[in-house]
T-cell receptor, first 111, second 114 residues
Framework: DAKTTQPTSMDCAEGRAANLPCNHSTISGNEYVYWYRQIHSQGPQYIIHGLKNNETNEMASLIITEDRKSSTLILPHATLRDTAVYYCIVRVDPGTYKYIFGTGTRLKVLA | DVKVTQSSRYLVKRTGEKVFLECVQDMDHENMFWYRQDPGLGLRLIYFSYDVKMKEKGDIPEGYSVSREKKERFSLILESASTNQTSMYLC?????????????FGEGSWLTVV
């Protein structure tokens, strides 16, 4: 199964960039990497996804290594409202509908 | 705006009760999912459905069943609730599988079984 590994927790100072790493060494060649976040007591919120190239949207940037075995989510100017659990996920394999969530990274943005 | 609505935000049920958790999506998505979320365990897939009346077991289907009679509605059923089913339940939906399609979640239903 394609699985992801993330650090359990991270701190980041408000206004600084938050860089959240994820390892997905068993990802299939045509599988996307997705990032979601979950603020306490709410459902997960989609942030960004990518395949091979780096991606950027209004929320974040996603950097994927050339071998696709790892990626980094970047929140360029973290705010207190970015405090959440961040999940990096991949689909198990193209033939299923399973998105496998790990335990995520608990990001705390400090004032 | 994309919307997945779960009918109950907080429920308290007794052991042995039959519990229904309802989910409705307004995006005409083919796929719908039920996850449960527990501290330290992340999100675990219970069941998913890729079409009306079609369902597939996820990783932890024991003690649960599902129903999808209409495209927009996906129900999770606890036939006989037990205390170890106390959890947060998340419904989600997505378009058919093409690489890059994202999955959208509801706000969650907190179920306590006493």
């Amino acid at each position: 199964d394609a699985k992801t590994t993330q650090p359990t927790s991270m701190d980041c100072a408000e206004g600084r960039a938050a860089n959240l790493p994820c390892n997905h060494s068993t990802i299939s060649g045509n599988e996307y990497v997705y990032w979601y976040r979950q603020i306490h007591s709410q459902g997960p919120q989609y942030i960004i996804h990518g395949l091979k190239n780096n991606e950027t949207n209004e929320m974040a940037s996603l950097i994927i290594t050339e071998d696709r075995k790892s990626s980094t989510l970047i929140l360029p100017h973290a705010t207190l409202r970015d405090t959440a659990v961040y999940y990096c996920i991949v689909r198990v394999d193209p033939g299923t509908y399973k998105y496998i969530f790990g335990t995520g990274t608990r990001l705390k943005v400090l004032a | 705006d994309v919307k997945v609505t779960q009918s109950s935000r907080y429920l308290v049920k007794r052991t042995g009760e039959k519990v229904f958790l309802e989910c409705v999506q307004d995006m005409d998505h083919e796929n719908m999912f039920w996850y449960r979320q527990d501290p330290g365990l992340g999100l675990r897939l219970i069941y998913f459905s890729y079409d009306v009346k079609m369902k597939e077991k996820g990783d932890i289907p024991e003690g649960y069943s599902v129903s999808r009679e209409k495209k927009e509605r996906f129900s999770l059923i606890l036939e006989s609730a037990s205390t170890n089913q106390t959890s947060m339940y998340l419904c989600a939906s997505s378009p058919p599988y093409f690489s890059g399609n994202t999955i959208y979640f509801g706000e969650g239903s907190w179920l306590t079984v006493v």
